[in-house]
């Protein structure tokens, strides 16, 4: 399916980050959301993805691998350079990325 996102990619060390931001909604389940961030992976080439999500008051909340999620805490969301782009996501296809590391 394809479908319109917001994202930003984070420089880490000389190492991208892909943050992507969804609804709140998608942080009710850890599954669901780690299968949101297994059907994104192809659509950024091996880059690690990190959702992103903002409360009530613009604070941002992280879902992903712990090491990403605490560095981007450190980061200002209004410094990202957010854009928009098309992927193609498959969320209903049973994902089974055994070697990848969400």
């Known amino acids: 399916m394809r479908t319109q996102i917001e994202r930003a990619i984070v420089d880490r060390g000389g ?3 892909a943050v992507v931001s ?6 009710q389940s ?9 059907a994104l992976l192809p659509s950024f ?7 992103m999500t903002l409360n009530g008051k613009g604070e941002p909340g992280y879902f992903g691998r712990p090491d990403l999620v605490s560095f981007l805490e450190t980061i200002p969301v209004k410094e990202m350079a957010w854009e928009p782009l098309s992927v193609d996501v498959d969320l209903l296809k049973p994902q089974s990325f055994q070697d990848t590391e969400v």
């Open 15 to 17: 190492k991208p980050v």
């Open 22 to 27: 969804v609804h709140s909604f998608v942080f």
């Open 30 to 38: 850890a599954n669901d959301a780690t299968n949101i961030i297994k």
């Open 45 to 51: 080439d091996g880059i690690p993805v990190v959702l």
